[in-house]
């Protein structure tokens, strides 16, 4: 019900993500009478979607922390309980990000061994079918060493579930690749993960830049949340701004339409690879339940992605294994700590 589409395109993906997955069910969380008109148009269906009825909306201008108090009663918190109950294996929604957040750390609570959770986005890279994952996309402004650890862990554990990579490379965010670059927490940060990699059965290839997060040097970049969220809003409006650079220059001209007509099959191939509709949905990460936030403007076809993303992790039991992994960072990370004060005062690290 918070999109900002609303209930319509909400249904018309759903309808998109029921076609594709047969053997998926629903339940849909929303105000009864704006709902059951739109789901009364695809009767077919109709055995395959539970209708919750919730009479308050979480709007996006609505605060964290008055949702967390007086959320009671809203489709995002009658969504979030039906995970907690053990009726869904996932949520989706297009509401309020930090509302949402917020109810999912009170209704769920985090993972055992958990600092603080992540949210996680796929990103194009110029492989065809490859994208990277991201993460902190802004659940939390700040990280510590430890905390990017375990975002490392989690990542690479999404990574091998959301993506089928068996091993993933993972980087850590900073403003160069040499490693004296960046400030003392990306320095310990950068020592955990190289002494962790191969409890975490990922492959760590050091230091990123901003340029490697739509390229094929790696598969997880790992940041904070303010960094993550800052690089991903630069991302969207740079592919906004090109689409739109790229339609004035192909119907400037009569030649330049010529043009575009005759490349239109290139051009339209062009168009499914970057578009961030098809990647839509970013996953709490660290939560006791799979929650996927849609963008809040996705249209039908990016809802349908984020429940399809939903639905994928369901079916892995993703949840089951991100709990272990969590729990092999925390040891991890202890571990490596241990093996740094021995290095520094002289000590065996392999003692």
Not at 20 to 47: K, N, Q
Not at 58 to 66: G, H
Not at 188 to 207: I, P
Not at 229 to 252: C, F, H, M, P
Request: include cysteine; proline fraction near 4%; charged fraction near 20%.
């Amino acid at each position: 019900m918070g999109g900002d589409r609303g209930p319509a395109a909400v249904v018309v993906g759903l309808v998109d993500s029921l076609t594709r997955h047969p053997r998926m069910d629903v339940i849909l969380h929303g105000d009864e009478a704006a709902l059951s008109p739109l789901l009364a148009r695809h009767p077919d269906l109709a055995s395959r979607v539970t209708l919750r009825h919730a009479e308050r909306v979480v709007t996006m201008e609505d605060k964290p922390a008055q949702v967390m108090r007086h959320g009671q009663g809203t489709s995002m918190w009658s969504t979030i309980d039906a995970v907690k109950d053990g009726e869904a294996a996932a949520a989706v929604s297009c509401g309020n990000t930090g509302a949402l957040m917020a109810v999912s750390m009170l209704r769920l609570r985090k993972l055992p061994g958990l600092n603080r959770p992540a949210i996680a986005s796929f990103f194009p890279t110029p492989t065809p079918g490859k994208t990277n994952v991201m993460l902190d996309m802004g659940a939390d402004v700040k990280a510590d060493p430890a905390d990017l650890l375990q975002y490392a862990f989690m990542g690479a554990s999404y990574a091998r579930n959301g993506l089928a990579i068996a091993r993933p490379r993972v980087g850590l965010l900073n403003v160069g690749t040499e490693e004296h670059k960046g400030r003392a927490e990306l320095q310990e940060a950068n020592t955990l993960l190289s002494r962790s990699a191969e409890a975490g059965s990922f492959d760590y290839v050091g230091f990123v830049e901003g340029t490697d997060i739509l390229s094929d040097r790696v598969d997880v970049i790992v940041t904070d949340g303010f960094t993550g969220n800052v690089a991903l809003k630069a991302i969207e409006g740079t592919a906004r701004l090109v689409g739109d650079l790229l339609k004035q220059t192909l119907t400037s001209t009569l030649l330049a339409k010529l043009g575009a007509l005759l490349a239109r099959g290139a051009l339209k191939r062009l168009q499914l690879r970057i578009d961030p509709r098809r990647v839509n949905g970013g996953v709490f990460l660290g939560l006791n339940g799979t929650v996927v936030k849609s963008h809040g403007s996705a249209d039908a076809t990016g809802i349908a992605a984020a429940i399809g993303l939903a639905y994928q992790l369901a079916q892995v039991r993703f949840l089951e294994r991100l709990a272990a992994r969590v729990a092999s960072a925390e040891v991890a990370g202890q571990d490596a700590q241990v093996g740094a004060e021995k290095a520094g005062t002289g000590g065996n690290p392999s003692e």
